[in-house]
């Protein structure tokens, strides 16, 4: 019997060839590597990722205390601001804490005098194909810009974290940009003992040079005599997981409409947000169909895509990548049915690990 859709379908096969990937970088660069759980948190995962990591980065106390309890490891406690009420909870459960400004350092600093302490630093250049998702943007609060006030501090933090790039999967791209750090603040980076260097470097994307990425990474660390930190979300689960969903109805307004049982809002909302298209594969044949959500919202569409036979009711589509950014955002809009969560062992069984139900949508609200 196969499991009833909606559900989530994460690839451990696919997941062994990217975590793969990542012991290859870390060997050949000596950088650790931290999972960011704000892209993926889908911890019945964690057994197979952790002994490939190092450990994880948070953005917030709740991914802290997850990564504590669920991951092992390094857990580095970063947020955009913490609150008074969070703080405590946050270094006790951190071996590291990056602040996002001076004055979060200066106001919760002396609390983490025990462990590493560091600060988020803002070279003011980034690479991203998304204003929203630029920490470079003009105005930006991500992290400290003014090389003055950081060297005021410098003597009482230990690392840095720049964390630039998004969806960067050009090793030129990002050598560049780690040329205008050195040029910029080698004068403090050799002053410390760690660098995080953050997350958005695409190197698990089929042909990424990681030899020469890993020959760059270690030029950088040793130049300033610092253990490098990178954060990898997204390459770490890309192309490991489907959203799994069945045709409902189809309707023909001008162009063949397959609806089926989920939603884009609510199960893959970052294909709103981004105003992108889902994938299928292999998206070939004569039959051309828009495939669609069953909720309210008029533009819940995940895409227009060709498939070798007529769809009907019950038919079953794949809809690609729908782990990173995708899993930890889904939410109960319309109080569509949430996608169970299941997984594909390297044997080929589909182990169903997580359902949700009612109860759940009514716990989510009072
Ligand atoms: C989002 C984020 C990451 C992960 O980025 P990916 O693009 O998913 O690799 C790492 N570090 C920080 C500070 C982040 O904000």
């Known amino acids: 019997m196969p499991l009833p859709t909606p559900f989530y379908l994460i690839d451990e096969t696919a997941l062994d060839r990217n975590l793969a990937l990542v012991d290859r970088l870390r060997a050949a660069s000596g950088a650790k590597c931290l999972l960011a759980l704000k892209c993926f948190a889908t911890w019945s995962t964690f057994e ?16 802290v205390k997850l990564g504590r309890e669920k991951f092992g490891g390094e857990t580095h406690a970063y947020s955009v601001a913490w609150s008074d009420g969070e703080i405590d909870e946050a ?70 974290m720049l964390h630039c790039n998004c969806e960067n999967d050009s090793l030129e791209a990002f050598a560049a940009l780690l040329d205008q750090f050195e040029a910029k603040l080698g004068h403090l980076l050799e002053r410390l003992d760690w660098v995080s260097l953050g997350g958005g470097i695409h190197f698990t994307k089929p042909g990424y ?29 890309t192309d490991t997981t489907t959203l799994e969903v069945s045709v409902l109805d189809v309707v023909d307004n001008g162009k063949a409409i397959a609806i089926v049982d989920s939603a884009v809002e609510a199960h893959m909302l970052d294909l709103l947000i981004y105003r992108q298209s889902a994938a299928v594969a292999p998206d070939a044949g004569t039959h051309s169909y828009v495939i669609a959500g069953k909720s309210c919202l008029a533009g819940d569409v995940f895409g227009e895509f060709s498939f070798p036979e007529p769809l009907t009711i019950g038919s079953r589509i794949s809809l690609l990548n729908a782990a990173g950014y995708t899993m930890v955002k889904k939410n109960w809009f319309n109080g569509v049915a949430m996608p169970a969560i299941a997984i594909r062992r390297r044997n080929g069984a589909v182990d169903l690990v997580r359902e949700f139900g009612y109860a759940d949508y009514v716990a989510s609200l009072s």
């Open 91 to 160: 270094i006790a459960n951190a071996d590291k804490i990056i602040f996002n400004s001076i004055s979060q350092f200066e106001r919760y600093g002396a609390k983490a005098a025990h462990i590493p302490v560091g600060l988020r630093v803002n070279p003011g250049v980034s690479h991203s194909h998304f204003d929203l998702a630029d920490p470079a943007r003009p105005y930006s609060r991500l992290g400290e810009w003014d090389i003055e006030r950081i060297e005021a501090v410098i003597d009482r933090v230990s690392g840095f």
């Open 209 to 237: 040079p990681i030899a020469a990425l890993a020959a760059r990474l270690r030029a950088f660390a040793e130049r300033f005599g610092v253990q490098v930190y990178l954060e990898p979300g997204d390459t770490l689960v």
């Open 48 to 63: 197979q990722i952790a002994p490939h990591l190092d450990g994880t980065t948070s953005s917030s106390l709740n991914e």
